[in-house]
């Protein structure tokens, strides 16, 4: 089954953030304040999405994040697998925790009929398309 987890969704919310100013300069402490969650904590998703090319960083005392492309080139997807990886079938996956249920679930096959067009809207969707 597909899930968003929490690294994922408060990425989403750090590019929102973001987004909502492109080309300035963010403080993550600023955002972690304003979302009332641990800056150590959003500093390493931040510093995924610049290692994925979402964001780029300014050192120093003025220093922060800011978008590496306008709103409207990055994709929900984007973020999400620059998070969590590629999104898949975590039952067809995983292989510390195969689902004992997996040759005869038949759920399994909705959710591989699905996950296609999941990843289209969330690759259609744009992080400008949340600013509205």
Known sequence: MFQIKARADYGL?????????????????????RMGVSSIYLIQI?????????VKSKEGAQGGYFLAKSPGQI???????????KIELSCATDKSHQCPHTKACQVRSVWGEILPDLKKVLKKRSLASLLK
């Not at 919310?13 to 304040?33: C, G, S």
Request: glycine content about 4%; proline content about 5%.
């Open 13 to 33: 919310l750090i590019m929102f953030e973001l987004a909502k100013n492109p080309r300035q300069v963010t403080p993550v402490t600023k955002i972690a304040k």
């Open 46 to 54: 931040a510093k995924s999405l610049y290692q994925a090319g979402l």
């Open 75 to 85: 994709s929900i997807l984007q973020i999400i697998e620059a998070l969590e990886g």
